[in-house]
C-alpha cells in the first residue's frame, strides 16, 4: 500500500538541482515524478524513482541531504470527483493532507500522491474505498 519517496534538500542555488538529477542519471535510476518546492534559501526536491534505496545512497555519496519517506500513490480514473472522495475520506478521518502531486503511470488512469500527516490512520480510512494503489514493484517496471 506505501510506496517509498526519495526526498533531497537542496541549496537553492545554480547547478543543485542539475546535480542531484546528474547522480540519478549517473546510477541508471529512473524518475518516474517529482516535485519540486523552494523558498529564497532552500527547495525540498521530492521524487518517485525506480530504486528509491539505490538513489537514497547514491544521493547521500555525492554530500546531498537525502532520505526515504512512505507516501500513498492512488491510481484514479478520469471521473469528475475522483480525486475529491479520496480527498474527503481523508479529510472526515481527521487527517491532514501534509502535500502531494502527480504521477504518470503508463495506463489510462490519472494517478496521486499522498502523504498524510497519518499515514497508518490514512490507511485504515481508505480501506473501504476499494482503491488501486500503486507499489514499489510497480515502479520498478516503469
Known sequence: MFLKQVSVFLENADGRLGS??????????????????????FGMLRMIVSDPEKAKT???S???SAHLTDV???????VVGSLQSVVETISKAGINIEYMYALSTKDEN?????????KEACAKALEGMKLD??????????
Open 20 to 41: 542531484a538529477l546528474n547522480v540519478l542519471k549517473n546510477e541508471n535510476i529512473n524518475i518516474i515524478s517529482l516535485s519540486l518546492a523552494d523558498t529564497t534559501e
Open 110 to 118: 490519472a494517478c496521486i500522491v499522498i502523504k498524510p500527516a497519518d
Open 58 to 60: 547514491a544521493l547521500k
Open 62 to 64: 555525492a554530500g546531498l
Open 72 to 78: 500513498f500513490a492512488i491510481k484514479l480514473p478520469h
Open 133 to 142: 494503489f500503486v507499489t514499489d514493484d510497480m515502479i520498478k517496471n516503469f
